[in-house]
């Protein structure tokens, strides 16, 4: 499915559209009360196929909230599930998606825990948000575009191992 455009009810914003596009590696994210973010990946470039944008590399992709350039760096995406992290610093905040567990991802805005995401790389997003965080309009903008361009969880180490040498022995 190289096209798809989800419609979700996000719990403290209402409703948003997540437009995820993997051939062209291309991610939107757009309603009322959010700011319009546009995630994209170079045109021309070879796409990874287990990463829905397409690519990790940070000098490969774009990344605005409502019309203005931010800092994307994601990880490398190897051995640790921290490896994994997408940190964006936009407007005097830095947020990072870090995987902590197999299937979801939690936010952090300078640090602090503002919710748990879970998507698939399909373009449908999953968000909880921590009854104690106040996340705002970009952090859950943001939020939805970072797991839907790049998918959440990842494997914990042991189990990659484990995997590793269970393909070693025949």
């Given at each position: 499915?190289?096209?798809?455009?989800?419609?979700?009810?996000?719990?403290?914003?209402?409703?948003?559209?997540?437009?995820?596009?993997?051939?062209?590696?291309?991610?939107?994210?757009?309603?009322?009360?959010?700011?319009?973010?546009?995630?994209?990946?170079?045109?021309?470039?070879?796409?990874?196929?287990?990463?829905?944008?397409?690519?990790?590399?940070a000098?490969?992709?774009?990344?605005?909230?409502?019309?203005?350039?931010?800092?994307?760096?994601?990880?490398r995406?190897?051995l640790?599930?921290?490896?994994?992290?997408?940190?964006?610093?936009?407007?005097?905040?830095?947020?990072?998606?870090?995987?902590?567990?197999?299937?979801?991802?939690?936010?952090?805005?300078?640090?602090?825990?503002?919710?748990?995401?879970?998507?698939?790389?399909?373009?449908?997003?999953?968000?909880?948000?921590?009854?104690?965080?106040?996340?705002?309009?970009?952090?859950?903008?943001?939020?939805?575009?970072?797991?839907?361009?790049?998918?959440?969880?990842?494997?914990?180490?042991?189990?990659?191992?484990?995997?590793?040498i269970?393909?070693?022995?025949?």
């Amino acid at each position: 499915m190289p096209v798809s455009e989800t419609r979700l009810d996000d719990s403290l914003f209402g409703p948003l559209t997540v437009h995820l596009d993997t051939e062209r590696g291309a991610v939107t994210v757009e309603g009322e009360a959010i700011p319009r973010i546009v995630l994209n990946r170079a045109s021309g470039t070879r796409a990874d196929d287990h990463i829905p944008v397409g690519t990790r590399d940070a000098g490969l992709l774009t990344l605005t909230v409502a019309g203005e350039a931010a800092a994307l760096a994601p990880g490398r995406g190897r051995l640790t599930r921290r490896s994994y992290r997408v940190d964006v610093r936009h407007a005097g905040h830095h947020r990072r998606l870090l995987p902590d567990s197999v299937p979801s991802s939690r936010l952090l805005r300078d640090g602090h825990r503002l919710g748990d995401l879970t998507s698939q790389g399909d373009g449908h997003v999953l968000a909880e948000w921590r009854p104690d965080a106040k996340p705002d309009a970009t952090d859950v903008a943001l939020a939805y575009a970072l797991a839907a361009a790049f998918g959440t969880g990842a494997q914990p180490l042991p189990m990659l191992l484990a995997d590793a040498i269970g393909d070693l022995i025949p």
